[in-house]
Each structure stands twice: as C-alpha cells, then as structure tokens.
C-alpha cells in the first residue's frame, strides 16, 4: 500500500448502448490532451511538459485561492477561444503555483478592484481572502500545492532530478533550528521545487479537474492531527471546480472498505474517525 494514496472516480454506465464512461480516466485524457496542445502553442507554456500532475491539494485557504483565483486566471484556453475552453467541461491545465504568482496575482487583483470601483461596483471583495468574520486572519501562503499520489515525470525530467539529487543530497534533508537531528524533506515538495529550478516553471503542469483524490483519513505519518483537516480540503477540492462535468463526493470515489466505513460514519455523526479508532471500535463491537 503507498504510503499517500490517491482515489479515483469510478467507472459508470451511460447512454442507451450501455458504452462505459470513466471519469477518471476522462480527466486523465484531458490534462494530457491540453498539455500537449498548450506546449504546441507556446504562449508560455515552454518547450515541453516534464512533471503532470493528476492528483494535489493543500490546506482550504490555498485551495480557495488556487481554484477561485490562480486557475482561473491562469488555466490553458484551448486556442485561446472562449466556446473551446474550460466551460464546455473538459478539464485542463494550469502552471505549478509559486508563492511569486501571490503578489503578483494579488496586484492583478488590486487593479481589477480599483477599475471596478471606479465604475462604481462594490470591487468584488471576498471576507474570506481577509478574514472570516471572527478576528482570523486568513491568506494563502506557504506550501500553495502539494501530493505525489497521482503524477506523471518525463524520461529527461526524471535523469535531471535523480542527478541533481545525486550531486546535492543535502537538498533532501532539512533541519529546524531547534531540532538535533537531520529529517528527509517530504517527496512532493522535493520533486516539483528541483524540476522547477532545472528545467523551467513552464515545464510542471496541473490538472484543474484532479482525476485522484487524497484518500479519506489516511493515516499521516508526521502530522496526524491535520488527517481530518486533508478531509475537509478534499471535500472542498471535489465540490467547488465550476468546470467539472460534474461534482464528486466520497460515493463517487474508489474506496476501501474501511475508508467506506469512515465516511459513512461521518454522515451519520458529523466528525472523522482514524483508522485506529475504527479499529478499536470494530473490536468492541465482535
């Protein structure tokens, strides 16, 4: 079992033929077919695609910002005409998101506020990019985009960043300030930063409709008590793309039978139990 899986969105039956859909192979197909088409067109895009991303997240607030704000200003247009984009359903494309893209998104932002005031609109002011109404301060930052449990790495991508790690072990480990001992950084932060610094920020691709999903309460190994937070950010993540020929649910999604258990369990008592809770529980109740 890895140790970050991902889960997919099923297969389903449709049309008066009985032909098989699968969604997740769908978006697949599609993030493919716009990096191939975006690269062909240049604009930005760079000379080839080295790292693919099918699978991500990040905490709610980054999620918001990348979903509402980065992707939708950001994402590939298929040639760049309106009736050809994102709005006929078909997932796309959009860069790795640098902590760059928030100032300078954040100015863009800013413009487009003064221009609608000096129109006479309200500037589409958002309480959550600012706070939520009780003296929390909230702004994306930090680790904008993270997983490694749906990707793709090109052959040339894959020789670069092995030798760069060859050369430069040091660059796999971290360590605190207050911390007696070197730790490995986690792999989905090494690989998109190397790829990134080696061969271009144009080179990484995401999926603007992931075809892979964080899998309910997995266990983290270094930071257990965020696992129902991961929950939450999925939910989110699954629900709020407006360009998905459809919105995703746990039920939607390949589950273990445990993980099945877990959700339905939070339907029923609206909070997550670990996977050694339901454990416990299971024991009890033989």
């Keep these: 079992r890895e140790a970050d ?7 389903e039956e449709v ?16 993030a493919i ?13 760079g000379d080839a695609c080295h790292l693919r991303y099918f699978g991500w997240l990040g905490s709610l607030t980054n999620l918001e910002w990348l979903i509402n704000t980065h992707i939708q200003r950001r994402a590939y247009s298929f040639g760049g005409k309106e009736e050809e984009s994102t709005e006929d359903g078909r997932a796309t494309i959009f860069p790795f998101p640098l902590n760059s893209d928030l100032d300078a998104e954040e100015s863009l932002g800013d413009a487009e506020e003064h221009m609608q005031d000096k129109d006479g609109g309200d500037g589409g002011a958002d309480e959550r990019g600012n706070g939520d109404g009780n003296g929390e301060h909230r702004k994306p930052g930090g680790n ?16 670069a960043l092995l030798g760069d790690l060859r050369r430069d072990v040091g660059a796999l480990l971290w360590k605190g300030k207050r911390m007696r001992c070197y730790s490995v950084k986690p792999i989905d932060k090494v690989i998109p930063r190397r790829i990134v610094d080696l ?4 080179s990484v691709h995401a999926a603007t409709a992931p075809a892979f999903f964080r899998a309910p309460m997995l ?13 939450r950010s999925t939910e989110y993540q699954m629900g709020a793309d407006p360009n998905s020929r459809r919105k995703l649910t746990w039920d939607d999604l390949w589950l273990a039978d445990d993980e099945r258990e877990i959700v339905e369990h939070k339907k029923k008592h609206g909070v997550w139990l670990s996977m050694a809770e339901l454990s416990k529980q299971k024991r009890k109740g033989a």
Excluded: N
């Design 219 to 231: 266990t983290s190994k270094i930071h257990q008590q965020w696992d129902a937070e991961f929950c």
């Design 199 to 202: 061969l271009g920020r144009e």
């Design 33 to 45: 077919e716009a990096s191939d088409a975006a690269v062909r067109e240049g604009g930005g895009w």
């Design 5 to 11: 899986p991902g889960r997919a969105p099923p297969e």
């Design 15 to 30: 049309g008066e033929e009985g032909d098989s859909y699968c969604e997740c192979a769908e978006r697949i197909w599609d």
């Design 144 to 159: 904008l985009m993270w997983g490694a449990y749906a990707y793709w790495i090109s052959r040339e991508g894959l020789e």
